[in-house]
Structure formats: C-alpha cells, structure tokens
C-alpha cells in the first residue's frame, strides 16, 4: 500500500502537502486544490494544513474522500494570482506522482485563498469542475465574465471586518442572473473565520463530487 496521510513535498519554487486518504489507492481519485491564507504564509511546508481544510480532515476524514493538494506560498503580502507558474509545477508533480481523476478536480481556498480562487479557477492548467472560495474578493463583473459556467459556491460572515462580503456575493448575484450555476452562503454573526462552518459544517464534499 502507497503512503497516506498528509504528505510533505516540494518544487524548487514551493513547498507542498499531498493528503492522500487512509488504505486507499490515490490512482483515480477526486483531487481538490487548497489555498491557504495570509497568515499561512511561510516556508515550514506545514502551517497551511493547519487551518481551513485541513483542519476539517483531521476532525472528519470520512467526509473528505480526495487527494487534496495544499501548497504554501512564501510572499505574505502576494496574492495568489502571482504564483500561477509555480502552482501549475505543483499540479504536473501531483499528476505525475498520484495520477488523479482529470474530470473531478476542484478548488478552493480562504482568505487571500479565496481571492486566488475567484482569480485562479479558470487560470491554472488543470480544468476545475466546481470552486468554492471562503472569505475571499474579486472584481464581480469581471469574475462573471471569466467564470461563466463553473459551478461555484462562495462563503462569508456577515460581520466580518478584514475582508468586506459584498464583491463576492454581487459576482455570484451576476453569474446567476445569467443562469450560471452559483449560489452563496453568509453567515450571520460570523467574523472572518467563516471557514470552520464552510469546511466542517457545510456538506461541501458532496456538491464538489456531484461536478
């Protein structure tokens, strides 16, 4: 049997974890990519497993059958748009690597990782079935343009002060005004830390395998 767990890798540009489910072959499986936040940021190849996603695989393993792949981008303040190149190395690896299912890749991220989901979701070499950015922004008009057609679920606090809840949810307003697959879910009396209800209360796992 292959490894499982939470897997440490790297290209020269990043460092990568790989979580491969427990007794189960990663050959074939949905993969999700997870971008983490700003206060992820770093070198030490593990702090972005530590909050959002996988922190909600360790809790429940079960709910989460994918290879999911979470690099750490080095730049605090450098949004994830501007690491496009280095992600698309990370993705040839996990292909060459794990050979996962080419039809049920998702992505998905929070914070500034939700901002690289609204800005990576058509962007990178992989095809995405769905994306679901937390917490993030983008520019409404131009995310429904570029992302017409992908099934998309967005997540926000109503009361969160970091990052403003409104561009997120006109981009999804828009896409649906013209029969996109988009909806949203915004949580009332929740701060920025609208992740833990996305990723641990929200049967996110399974819309992502129903695309």
């Known amino acids: 049997?292959?490894?499982?767990?939470?897997?440490?890798?790297?290209?020269?540009?990043?460092?990568?974890?790989?979580?491969?489910?427990?007794?189960?072959?990663?050959?074939?499986?949905?993969?999700?990519?997870?971008?983490?936040?700003?206060?992820?940021?770093?070198?030490?190849?593990?702090?972005?497993?530590?909050?959002?996603?996988?922190?909600?695989?360790?809790?429940?393993?079960?709910?989460?059958?994918?290879?999911?792949?979470?690099?750490?981008?080095?730049?605090?303040?450098?949004?994830?748009?501007?690491?496009?190149?280095?992600?698309?190395?990370?993705?040839?690896?996990?292909?060459?690597?794990?050979?996962?299912?080419?039809?049920?890749?998702?992505?998905?991220?929070?914070?500034?990782g939700g901002r690289g989901t609204w800005d990576l979701a058509r962007a990178l070499d992989w095809k995405f079935a769905a994306a679901a950015p937390v917490c993030g922004w983008t520019e409404p008009k131009e995310a429904a343009e570029r992302l017409a057609g992908l099934p998309l679920w967005a997540f926000h606090g109503e009361e969160d002060t970091v990052v403003d809840y409104r561009s997120s949810f006109e981009a999804v307003e828009l896409l649906q005004a013209q029969n996109n697959p988009a909806k949203y879910s915004l949580y009332p009396g929740v701060g920025h830390n609208s992740w833990d209800k996305a990723y641990m209360q929200e049967d996110l796992s399974t819309w992502f395998l129903n695309h």
């Open 1 to 112: 049997m292959r490894e499982s767990g939470f897997l440490n890798r790297s290209t020269p540009d990043l460092k990568y974890v790989v979580y491969v489910p427990r007794d189960v072959d990663p050959v074939g499986l949905p993969t999700i990519l997870f971008l983490h936040g700003r206060g992820e940021t770093g070198e030490d190849g593990v702090k972005q497993t530590a909050i959002g996603l996988g922190h909600a695989v360790r809790m429940n393993a079960a709910r989460w059958p994918f290879l999911i792949v979470m690099p750490q981008k080095t730049g605090i303040d450098a949004l994830w748009a501007s690491y496009r190149d280095p992600l698309n190395r990370v993705l040839a690896d996990v292909d060459a690597e794990f050979q996962p299912d080419a039809d049920r890749r998702y992505i998905t991220g929070l914070s500034q």
